[in-house]
């Protein structure tokens, strides 16, 4: 198995992307279906946005200053989400928001991943080596089983209120 960092984020994309077209092609069916879903994509996007706001951005962030634009404006982009997430946690299936909020936050995200991916993962993928990639990816690894896996979780929330008080 790959400790390659962005082996590893670009697994967890893959993962989002398919939850998130489960979502949508459970626009009919009944809302604990959606609520179910809801519940899986927010675990797994906290989980994400954690691995990367504790150890991928700020090592990219401090071995590649040159990308600090795109490293601020992705940090903005987990913060809208951190918020989309908060509110989803404590929405029930049948508000008339919760699907809107939820595709909100399926655009947004898939926005922010895409940018990852097209845009600055290359760059980093071009200036790391492959060992820095691969110690990255073993300390995102070895984190994993810390990170908070709901969005009303004390230190997904701590991230949340650090972000709108700062
Ligand atoms: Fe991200
Ligand atoms: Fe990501």
């Known amino acids: 198995m790959s400790t390659d960092a962005i082996v590893l984020l670009k697994e967890d994309?893959?993962?989002m992307r398919r939850l998130f077209r489960e979502f949508q092609d459970a626009q009919e069916g009944p809302p604990r279906r959606r609520q179910e879903l809801v519940t899986r994509i927010l675990a797994a996007l906290t989980v994400h946005t954690y691995l990367e706001n504790e150890v991928m951005y700020p090592e990219v962030r401090r071995l590649l200053p040159d990308l600090e634009d795109d490293?601020?404006?992705?940090?903005?982009?987990?913060?809208v989400a951190d918020v989309l997430c908060a509110e989803l946690a404590t929405m029930d299936a049948d508000d008339e928001?919760?699907?809107?909020k939820t595709t909100v936050l399926i655009e947004n995200v898939t926005h922010h991943v895409e940018e990852e991916e097209q845009e600055w993962f290359p760059k980093?993928?071009?200036?790391?080596?492959?060992?820095?990639?691969?110690?990255?990816?073993?300390?995102?690894?070895?984190?994993?089983?810390?990170?908070?896996?709901?969005?009303?979780?004390?230190?997904?929330?701590?991230?949340?209120?650090?972000?709108?008080?700062?």
């Open 13 to 15: 994309h893959k993962e």
């Open 97 to 100: 928001r919760f699907v809107a």
């Open 71 to 79: 490293i601020l404006e992705s940090y903005e982009e987990h913060h």
């Open 124 to 166: 980093v993928r071009e200036a790391l080596g492959r060992k820095q990639l691969q110690e990255i990816g073993e300390r995102m690894l070895a984190l994993r089983p810390d990170a908070p896996r709901t969005p009303t979780a004390p230190k997904a929330l701590k991230k949340a209120l650090d972000a709108l008080t700062a």
